[in-house]
């Protein structure tokens, strides 16, 4: 990439625009234009981020790293400075191709009586909820016609991760949930992998906009928990999409509330309790307040609620929690 097509890159994603995507938030404004903040590259407790709009960089007086847009990519998502190109270009050019695969998908959703089904199946069958979280349905064989219609190449398609090499859509019978910047895919069909991301991060802790002032959090591991558990009537509840957090989802945890509650699986394996015990460790490190939740056997949050239990129940949970 020559130098020229560097700084148009950087001209078009202003390093403050691509902070606030990824949940930066200003603590006091200084002279001059500038901003100071909690850093996000690391556990930060004493605002230590500077960032001058103006010039487009970045410093922490914290662990004295710096830069600019791309060099605060390839710190924050923890990669190389070709994967960081990719990760803005994708970044820059994909919210709106995302947005269009996620409203066709959301369309599908009630004319796909399978889809429905499942849904009701997994104890998610409040309106709004659906709603408010844009969950829809891919029945396979519908999205690389439609997005070419809408004059998006099929390279673009491929490069997206939202059609396979072959020609084929890459999200097929799964139900759908819009990601900032990704799509997850719960697959119907016990066959297939049950879970599909597109390529590159997960993102944040989900939702975690509208609760990250909450001084308690109950973090649950997968969409359909956090859809239980809002259905239930928890609304201070975020998903990490998994038992294993990134490091954007850690700094988030650290800097927001003062108690996490921890309610993974209790798989039979234990590998949902191990997950919690070892993260509950890391958060007490960090002077958070860690309490994990015991599950019944074999039970998750979608499952228990699924399968009679309701939220007075849980709520006892929460209060033994340790």
């Known amino acids: 990439m020559s130098r020229q097509a560097l700084d148009e890159l950087k001209q078009q994603i202003p390093l403050l625009d691509y902070l606030q995507a990824h949940d930066w938030h200003p603590a006091r404004r200084l002279s001059r ?9 690391h556990a930060d407790h004493n605002p230590s981020f500077l960032l001058d709009p ?26 190389r400075f070709p994967q960081a190109l990719w990760l803005l270009r994708q970044w820059r050019g994909s919210a709106s ?23 009701n199946q997994r104890g998610l069958n409040a309106p709004e909820l659906i709603e408010e979280m844009r969950i829809g349905y891919a029945p396979g064989n519908c999205l690389r016609r439609w997005l070419t219609q809408l004059g998006y190449p099929l390279e673009s398609q491929r490069q997206a991760g939202l059609v396979t090499a072959a020609g084929y859509d890459a999200y097929v ?14 697959s119907l069909s016990p066959s297939a992998p049950p879970h599909r991301f597109l390529p590159g991060s997960k993102g944040g802790l989900y939702a975690w906009e509208r609760i990250r002032r909450h001084p308690e959090v109950i973090l649950v591991e997968g969409l359909f ?21 990134n490091a954007r989802q850690f700094r988030q945890l650290c800097d927001g509330p003062q108690t996490v509650y921890l309610a993974f699986d209790a798989d039979q394996n234990a590998s949902g309790d191990r997950a919690a015990q070892s993260l509950a460790c890391r ?6 307040s860690a309490r994990t939740v015991s599950l019944p056997e074999g039970h998750d949050p979608n499952s228990f609620f699924a399968q009679g239990g309701d939220a007075q129940q849980f709520q006892s949970l929460l209060e033994a929690a340790r």
């Open 225 to 245: 928990d956090y859809a239980a558990m809002r259905q239930a009537g928890f609304h201070n509840v975020t998903c990490s999409l998994g038992a294993n957090l």
């Open 97 to 119: 191709l995302l947005q269009v695969v996620a409203d066709l998908y959301r369309m599908h959703l009630h004319r796909h009586g399978e889809a429905v089904s499942y849904l």
């Open 33 to 41: 234009g500038r901003l100071m903040g909690l850093c996000p590259l």
């Open 54 to 79: 103006g010039k487009d960089l970045f410093y922490c007086y914290g662990c004295g790293r710096g830069g600019d847009v791309i060099r605060f990519a390839e710190l924050y998502h923890q990669v």
């Open 283 to 288: 958060l007490t490190e960090h002077g958070i």
């Open 173 to 186: 019978h799964r139900i759908v949930f819009p990601l900032e910047g990704n799509l997850y895919g719960r």
